[in-house]
Nanobody, 123 residues
Framework: QVQLVESGGGLVQAGASLRLSCAAS????????MAWFRQAPGKEREFVAA??????YYADSMKGRFIISRDNDKNTVYLQMNSLKPEDTAVYYC??????????????????WGQGTQVTVSS
């Protein structure tokens, strides 16, 4: 069983940066693929980025502004978000899965989810 706890969300102005963190329980964190999704009001949850070992994957619309990373010693995955826009406003969720090397954008392939952290970007 893996528990995920996100933090770092908040209210910022357009153009600002935020770094989200997701702390995971468990002794085998380094073997899990980790991802960030987001869900805006009235919209479906969408893929943001994923990381497995040293390889990263991004939604096309996030490339260049968002950076996913992980610190296996701290059992934590991060999402650095730069040049934030009002349309980035959403609840951001951390997700984990044990197996698979493809289909990172598919919500149903993830085994564990955090409770989410709210990011609000004002114009």
């Amino acid at each position: 069983q893996v528990q995920l706890v996100e933090s770092g969300g908040g209210l910022v102005q357009a153009g600002a940066s935020l770094r989200l963190s997701c702390a995971a329980s468990g002794r085998t964190f380094s073997t899990y693929g980790m991802a960030w999704f987001r869900q805006a009001p009235g919209k479906e949850r969408e893929f943001v980025a994923a990381i497995r070992y040293g390889t990263t994957y991004y939604a096309d619309s996030m490339k260049g502004r968002f950076i996913i990373s992980r610190d296996n010693d701290k059992n934590t995955v991060y999402l650095q978000m730069n040049s934030l826009k009002p349309e980035d406003t959403a609840v951001y969720y951390c997700a984990a899965r044990k197996y698979g090397s493809t289909g990172w954008s598919l919500r149903d392939t993830y085994d564990y989810w955090g409770q989410g952290t709210q990011v609000t970007v004002s114009s």
